[in-house]
């Protein structure tokens, strides 16, 4: 069982507080599963430059997907303009303008890759919206709308990695958040 709330700020700037409305609608949806949350959130475009997000891991694993990382950023001539680490991801700001398609898919060979955009930033994590609020600190987040989701594993590991939303690979500044079941006949 899953919840789903989703905001978006109409012909307003994009200072709006979107983080602390997604975190009041998925309030009302946390009964539905807490087991792990993520969140769409979208603010004005940086031009010339991308959003990157990868989950990476923890201590030495973080360590040498963050190099790996950094060897395929260089590869595609990106130039890191910020970066930080928080939990398990590790966020890129690079300087890019080459074919979006083939860096992302490039970048999915050097560690699992969360979300690629210009306006777009997934943050999921375990725990409920308030758990991941701690972490990643989405009641600060302002832009012009964001999706949230959370989950209850029914088929599936307890994991950030197999929570919603998810990156349309290869496509910046899109996220897919779905609710369905596939049935066989």
């Known amino acids: 069982m899953c919840g789903i709330a989703g ?15 997604l975190l009041d609608m998925l309030d009302g949806c946390q009964h539905r599963g807490p087991d792990s949350t993520g969140f769409a959130l979208y603010r004005e475009p940086m031009p010339g430059r991308l959003r990157l997000r ?4 923890e201590g030495t694993e973080a360590e040498a997907a963050i190099a790996r990382i950094k060897d395929k950023l260089r590869e595609h001539q990106a130039r890191i303009v910020d970066e930080e680490t928080v939990a ?12 979006l398609q083939r860096f992302a898919y490039d970048m999915e060979h050097a560690a ?18 308030h758990d991941v609020d701690e972490r990643y600190h989405i009641n600060d987040f302002d832009g012009s709308h964001g999706i949230g989701h959370v989950r209850l594993a029914t088929e599936s590991n307890v994991s950030p990695v197999a929570s919603h939303p998810f990156w349309a690979t290869g496509f910046a500044d899109v996220a897919i958040v779905h ?3 596939i049935t066989n006949y």
């Open 7 to 21: 905001i978006l700020y109409k012909g307003e700037a994009a200072r709006t507080p979107v983080g602390v409305a």
């Open 88 to 99: 398990s991801t590790h966020r890129f700001i690079v300087e890019f303008d080459g074919d």
């Open 54 to 57: 990868f989950f990476v891991g």
């Open 112 to 129: 699992k890759v969360i979300s690629i955009g210009a306006s777009l930033d997934i943050v999921k994590d375990v725990g409920g919206a």
């Open 179 to 181: 609710n369905g079941q």
